[in-house]
Structure formats: structure tokens, C-alpha cells
């Protein structure tokens, strides 16, 4: 019975997702059967998760779970109908050829595993104590978060102030299953490394134009050791890689959009940059990041009008989640001082000791084995050898986050700083892990330059 | 990778699969969450419980919150003890203000009276409600 209960939670959110993916892809003849399941599980558990909060404020209980169900549902279905009447028809695409299917055969048996190890392993600590305890206190309460967890400073160690993207999807499947069930509810975060996966094997080999050098890249990505057994990987339900995936998937469709007129690709990565700030609080660092490269972009392109219309959504959703949270009256834990250039000025002896430990934590192989060095060359090529608007960008992409997350480390409140910074800082490098996979799949065929050239 | 596939074995498929398991390391207490949430629910209700856990200790730290976790809706506050001795910072509190005083590897002191040992690691002590 649980099964089912559990399959019904995942099909509405998949109809959800299925039907804002199809909206999006209105006027495409030809639909990837592969890359609409993963954008649809993303938007599915955006929506699902907004609406879960939104209503909330009104219904409780049954009702809520009703309200939320038929609103999937009414969007799967306005998104297929749509679909029908455009004509689009749904494409599987293929691995061509002995190389492909090896590699397409790996990162198959690389999801299942990871599904697998997942049963294995409890929630770790954020899964548990940040994530969990918001959708089980939500569950608990009928649907929503209740006021009084807002306030309690006893629970502060559980940051209250996160969004609720990740702990609302859980919450999403108890309602449907009847318990906060720990173990189910974890079933998420594999669903999110196998989208995740596939995603980057698929924007990997669009923009590359090599299919096989997409499906590489995908089927390196758990060779990370951090990310398949560290404290902040897949398998313990942190909301890092989540978040990761979501930046990719932004990331990479803002890339695939420069030189082309398909308004679809600009218009999932305007939907994914929304509901970054949704998925955890770096997602504000990860959002501004990627409007000013979006904003780069639509200006070489002269889309200055949508890009400024695309916007609308992120600010709304940031605005109105600092509203409720000072209405709720917020506890937070204070890790991190308000950034003043006086306590910038106090605290400018630690940007010695910052940059060793990012060095340090970087070039630690028990965590991330060869990957930043891999990196560090592909960012070394598409800087130097082989600049374009493309490469660009998406080396910044890389390296703005890491510097800004390095930075914040100078206002960190922690009585060592460098123990705040080793004990998160890895988890934050997840956030770029995907994109600097995506970078290093650009370079491996040596590329020589092409019309996206940009003029110095 | 390899090393995440062979640790560990699948389930128990149980909603409280992870606290449990936790409680069980650190407490050696079986469904833990069951016997925590049963005892929670025999205190004076809508009084905070009061956790007392050691700064310099995570495991104890890591209880705490644990503790705060189940307890819910009970507000709950966490007292860190650094250089304080537990006596002071349990004087410092009005009795009539508190459900109950739970200890997290930490020894209450013995002016407080019988408290009921849940596994190795916590201590709890409830404070009766007083007569009007």
C-alpha cells in the first residue's frame, strides 16, 4: 500500500512538472522524451513545493493535500493538451554505436547504484536536523511550517530561515504516504543525482556537439568521493547537490541559448534561476550570479526587454519569503556578521588563512580526487586559449561562486573561522560541481574557436 | 563509491529508520524515538523542556538537538555548558517555568533527585506541576 501511496505522491509531482515543461516547449516539433522527465521532476517539486507553502497559509490536512493534487493534475493535462495541438511528438534519442551504449550502460548502473547505497544510509546530519525536521513538523501540523517553529530559539540550530523548496517535496510524499517517513522521504535526493546526470550528459553533449563526450562527463560525476560518500554528498540528503543540479541546469541552458532563437531554452533558464533561491539560502549567491551572466548575455544579444521580464519571478519569490520570515518572527543562528566594510576592514588578516584553506580543501584528494585539477585546466583553456562569450561565462559561472563563498568566510562569526570554513565549505563547492563538469566536457575536444568569438 | 555500497545494510524501511538508528549509537536505547516520545508526553504540557548539553562534546551537542527534534511542539531551550559548573546554570532556572530537564551526557546535580535514565547518554528530570 505504501508503494502506491508513494507513486501517487511522484506522479502528481511528475504531472506538474510534465505540464510547466510541456508549456515551455510550446512551439517544439520535436520533444526529448529523456530531457522532459527531468525537467519535469525539477519544475515538480518547484511547484509542488510553492503551492505546498502558498496554500498552506489557507487549507490544512486533506483539503490541502486536494488542492495541491488537483492543481497538478489540471496543469499535467493543460501542458499536454497544448502539446497535442501543436503536434509535438515525443523522441527517444538513442546511443549510437558500441562507445555510447557502454557509456549510456554506466551511468545507468551508477543511478541504480547510487539508489541502492541510499537505502543504506540514514539521513546525515542537515538531512535530518535542517530538512527533515521542516517537513515533519509541517506534516505534523497539517501542512505548514508552524508559526512557532519560526520563533523558538531552541530550534535556531536548525536554521529556520531556510527555504522550503527540498523539505515541502518531502513533506509532499509523507502527505501522501500518512507519516513523516524518514526512509521514503529520502527517496528524493537519488531521484535528484539521476536528473542530475542526466542533465549534464545531455547539455554537455549539446554544446560540445558530441554526444559520447556528454555521456563521459555524466558517467565521471560519482567518481568524486565527497560527493557519493562525504557528509554533504548524495546519499546523506543535504540539499547541496539539489541545489547544484538546479544551477547546472540554468546554467547550461543559458549557454545553449547564446546564437539561438529558441525561446524554450531561455525560458528554462530564467525557470530554474527562479527557484534557485527556493532550493537553499546560497541560492540568493548562485541567483545574482547567474542574472549578471544572463544579463551579459542578453545584452550581446540584444534581449535586454525579456531578460529584464525574466527576473519578475526570482524577485517576487525572494521578496516574499524575507516577508513571511519577518512576519513569523525568525530566529536565526548567527554564523556569519552583517558584511560591513568596517568588519571587512577588522577582518582583512584572514584572507591569508581563507585562501590556504580553499587551497587546501581543493587540492584534497581523500575528497575530490583529480576533479579540480581536471577543472583548474578545462577553466585554464576556456580563459586563455579559447575565449569566447561561451567559455566566458561559463568559467565565471566556476569562479565567482567559489570566490564568494570564500568571502563569506570573512564575516564568519565561529570562534575559528577556519574551522567554519572546513566544516561547510566543501559542501558549498558541491553547488559548482555539476557546471565544472559541464566545463571540463567543453574542452575535451579541444575545440579551435567558432562565431561566438568575442572581440578584446 | 565502493566503500559507500559495502558499509552499512539496507533498512529496517521504518519512519523513524534515521533518529533511531542515531539514539541506538549514541544512547544504545532500541526505538528510541517511541520511548522518548512517550516520556515527553507524560511531562507537564505547554512548558518548555529544558536540554543541558556539553559545548565541548558534539556527541552530546548532537543529542541535544536530537532531543529538541522529537520533543516537538514543546518549545524547547538548550543550555551549552562551557566553564560553568551544571549546578549554577540549573539554579539559574525557575522551576515553574520548565516541563523538565533533560541532560545529555551530562551529570544533573543530585539536589535535583531521582531522574529517569534513558539509555547511556540522557537523563531526564521532570519537574511536577505545582498545586494552585
Known amino acids: 500500500m505504501i508503494l502506491l501511496q508513494l507513486a501517487a505522491a511522484y506522479i502528481t509531482l511528475l504531472g506538474a512538472g510534465l505540464g510547466a515543461t510541456l508549456l515551455i516547449f510550446t512551439r517544439a516539433a520535436r520533444l526529448n522524451v529523456i530531457e522532459c522527465g527531468c525537467l519535469a521532476w525539477l519544475f ?172 563521459l562527463v555524466a558517467g565521471l560525476l560519482p567518481f568524486i568521493p565527497f560527493l557519493t560518500e562525504g557528509s554533504g554528498g548524495v546519499i546523506v540528503a543535504y540539499a547541496d547537490f539539489p541545489l547544484g543540479v538546479f544551477y547546472l541546469t540554468a546554467l547550461g541552458y543559458l549557454l545553449y541559448s547564446l546564437g539561438r532563437n529558441e525561446p524554450h531554452s531561455f525560458l528554462i533558464y530564467s525557470s530554474c534561476l527562479a527557484l534557485l533561491p527556493w532550493v537553499k539560502s546560497e541560492g540568493v549567491i548562485l541567483w545574482f550570479i547567474l542574472v549578471l551572466l544572463g544579463l551579459v548575455a542578453s545584452w550581446r544579444q540584444r534581449k535586454l526587454r525579456a531578460f529584464m521580464l525574466i527576473l519578475g519571478p526570482g524577485l517576487i519569490l525572494l521578496g516574499s519569503w524575507r516577508l513571511y520570515l519577518k512576519l513569523m518572527h525568525v530566529v536565526s543562528a548567527s554564523d556569519f556578521a552583517l558584511p560591513t566594510l568596517q568588519t571587512l576592514q577588522d577582518n582583512a588578516g584572514r584572507i591569508a588563512p581563507i585562501t590556504c584553506v580553499l587551497f587546501s580543501e581543493i587540492m584534497k584528494i581523500s575528497h575530490w580526487s583529480i576533479f579540480w585539477l581536471l577543472t583548474g585546466l578545462a577553466l585554464a583553456y576556456l580563459l586563455f586559449l579559447f575565449r569566447n562569450m561561451r567559455g566566458l561565462l561559463l ?47 567543453l574542452v575535451l575536444p579541444l575545440p579551435k574557436g567558432d562565431s561566438l568569438k568575442v572581440r578584446f | 563509491m565502493g566503500h559507500a555500497v559495502s558499509e552499512n545494510k539496507t533498512g ?51 543529542l541535544g538537538m536530537l532531543i529538541a527534534y522529537l520533543s516537538w511542539p514543546r518549545d524547547v531551550r538548550i543550555v551549552k555548558l562551557r566553564n560553568t559548573p551544571v549546578e549554577q546554570e540549573v539554579a539559574a532556572i525557575d522551576p515553574s517555568s520548565a516541563a523538565g530537564l533533560a541532560f545529555c551526557s551530562v551529570s544533573p546535580p543530585p539536589s535535583l533527585g531521582k531522574a529517569i535514565r534513558l539509555g547511556s547518554n540522557i537523563l531526564l528530570v521532570p519537574v511536577p506541576e505545582a498545586n494552585p
Open chain 1, 44 to 215: 515538480g517539486t518547484g511547484i509542488v513545493s510553492l503551492l505546498l507553502w502558498v496554500c498552506g497559509m489557507f487549507a490544512s490536512g486533506l483539503a490541502l493535500q486536494a488542492v495541491v493534487t488537483i492543481a497538478c493534475v489540471a496543469l499535467g493535462l493543460i501542458g499536454w493538451r497544448t502539446k497535442q495541438r501543436a503536434g509535438a511528438k515525443f523522441a527517444l534519442p538513442l546511443p549510437r554505436g558500441a562507445i555510447e551504449w557502454i557509456l549510456a550502460s554506466l551511468i545507468v548502473i551508477e543511478i541504480a547504484t547510487l539508489f541502492f547505497v541510499s537505502c543504506k544510509h540514514t539521513l546525515g546530519w542537515d538531512g535530518l536536523l535542517v530538512w527533515d525536521i521542516k517537513a515533519r513538523y509541517a506534516f505534523i501540523n497539517g501542512g505548514s511550517v508552524p508559526a512557532s517553529y519560526y520563533s523558538n530559539p531552541g530550534r535556531a540550530f536548525s536554521h529556520p530561515e531556510y527555504p522550503l523548496g527540498i523539505p515541502f517535496a518531502e513533506l509532499w510524499l509523507y502527505l501522501w504516504i500518512g507519516e513523516p517517513h524518514q526512509f521514503w522521504g529520502k527517496t528524493i535526493f537519488p531521484v535528484f543525482y539521476a536528473v542530475g546526470a542526466v542533465l549534464l550528459a545531455l547539455l554537455a553533449a549539446r554544446l560540445s556537439r558530441r554526444r559520447w563526450i556528454g555521456l
Open chain 1, 395 to 441: 568559467a565565471s559561472a566556476i569562479l565567482l561562486p567559489i570566490i564568494i563563498y570564500s568571502s563569506t568566510y570573512l564575516f564568519s562569526t565561529w570562534p575559528s573561522y577556519t574551522a567554519h570554513m572546513t566544516s561547510s565549505f566543501p559542501r558549498l563547492l558541491l553547488h559548482v560541481v555539476p557546471a565544472a563538469w559541464l566545463a571540463i566536457g
Open chain 2, 12 to 62: 529496517p524501511i521504518e519512519a523513524s529508520h534515521t533518529i533511531d538508528n542515531y539514539l541506538r549509537t549514541l544512547t544504545g536505547l532500541r526505538n528510541a524515538s517511541q520511548r522518548l516520545d512517550e516520556v515527553f508526553q507524560s511531562l507537564p504540557k505547554n512548558k518548555p523542556l529544558i536540554i543541558f548539553v556539553r559545548a565541548d562534546n558534539p556527541p552530546s551537542g548532537f
